[in-house]
């Protein structure tokens, strides 16, 4: 058995641990060893990466989908139309993250053979953080593009006053000088993704105005209420504060991932992947030079607040990462309980034991 540590009420896992727990759930399900390597693997490097509503934190919805049907831990992906620039595959209703590397690591390939891949998948189910798959591209020397929608409803239209589109998150990622720190964008076009609702009803926190929206249409500050509720208002909140454009950008998701791939609305998840080869516009050394000094200029911009300089989008991952290798990643108790359950209903060993 592994250890833990239980540090003013937060558990503290190895990512070696945290994978074995994954793992076993996984091929108790009937999951294929490779298959569940592959999605423990991201899932662990997303928590590692201090994305904590995408990693470990999905598991228990995943186990629903699995009891419920909707997941299909034995399918295994099929390409259904093939060009040199653009693919489709069906995930068969696998879970999300094994065609989601597939495809962008073909989308990768593509670029490299012919400047641009574009490649979609339908018939889905979640496949963790957006930004993992943009950083999989950047890491080979590509600019990558990453987008999902949902088929379950969070986000309520500006002016609306019903669930009508998921989360739908843009990931997005150019390599510098140093691929393993690239310029790393991973966001909701929502306030905020579902997961962080989550993490703040376990955590019993309440919620800041103009993350959720209560039933009347004004904000929703308690936690469980809004984890129960499931209504996100969209980036930017309100009209005056932009909100039309998260809505604006989730809409433009929901078409490139469903719409597009064919993924049935309210059944399915569509992802769609872009690689982009910079060489083909530009001397490749010249362009990531280009990007580390443009990120060294956000980084000197003069801060309001000393204690807080300017941050360029992947910095805190990256920081994150080298900071929980050494220490663990940190489990809220509800959640270990919650994964305890699963482990339980799976009839897989629990590992995360205290001590």
């Not at 540090?7 to 091929?27: K, M, N, P």
């Not at 019903?162 to 000088?177: K, S, V």
Request: charged content about 20%; some cysteine; hydrophobic content about 45%.
């Amino acid at each position: 058995m592994g250890n833990t540590n239980n540090d003013g009420g937060v558990f503290t896992v190895s990512a070696d641990l945290l994978y074995r727990q994954i793992t076993e759930v996984f091929a108790r399900w009937g999951m294929s060893a490779a298959h569940a390597a592959t999605a423990a693997r991201i899932m662990v490097e997303t928590d590692l990466a201090g994305i904590d509503s995408h990693g470990v934190g999905m598991l228990p919805h995943y186990q629903r989908g699995f009891a419920e049907g909707r997941l299909d831990p034995r399918a295994e992906p099929a390409i259904l139309r093939d060009t040199p620039a653009a693919a489709l595959i069906d995930s068969r209703h696998g879970i999300g993250h094994v065609a989601a590397e597939a495809a962008m690591s073909l989308a990768i390939r593509k670029a490299r053979e012919g400047s641009i891949g574009i490649v979609a998948v339908t018939g889905s189910n979640h496949y963790g953080a957006a930004g993992w798959y943009a950083r999989m591209a950047a890491e080979q020397g590509c600019v990558g593009l990453s987008l999902t929608n949902a088929p379950t409803p969070f986000l309520v239209p500006v002016f609306g006053t019903e669930r009508a589109l998921g989360t739908n998150p843009i990931g997005f990622a150019a390599p510098g000088a140093d691929p393993r720190r690239p310029v790393l964008l991973d966001m909701a076009t929502t306030t905020v993704a579902y997961g962080k609702v989550a993490i703040a009803r376990r955590a019993g926190k309440p919620l800041p105005p103009g993350w959720a929206i209560a039933a009347d249409g004004g904000p929703e500050t308690n936690a469980a209420v809004a984890a129960e509720a499931r209504a996100l208002a969209p980036l930017g909140g309100d009209r005056v504060h932009g909100g039309h454009k998260g809505y604006g950008l989730a809409l433009m998701v929901e078409i490139l991932c469903a719409t597009l791939t064919g993924a049935r609305p309210g059944d399915e998840t569509g992802h769609f992947f872009l690689a982009i080869d910079p060489g083909f516009f530009r001397d490749t050394q010249a362009f990531e030079a280009d990007l580390e000094a443009l990120a060294a200029r956000m980084r000197a911009n003069r801060p309001s607040d000393p204690a807080q300089p300017v941050l360029v989008p992947g910095d805190p991952e990256h920081d994150a990462v080298h900071r929980r290798r050494r220490t663990g990643i940190p489990l809220l108790p509800a959640l270990v309980e919650e994964i305890r359950a699963v482990c339980s209903e799976s009839g897989a060993p629990f590992l995360l034991e205290d001590g």
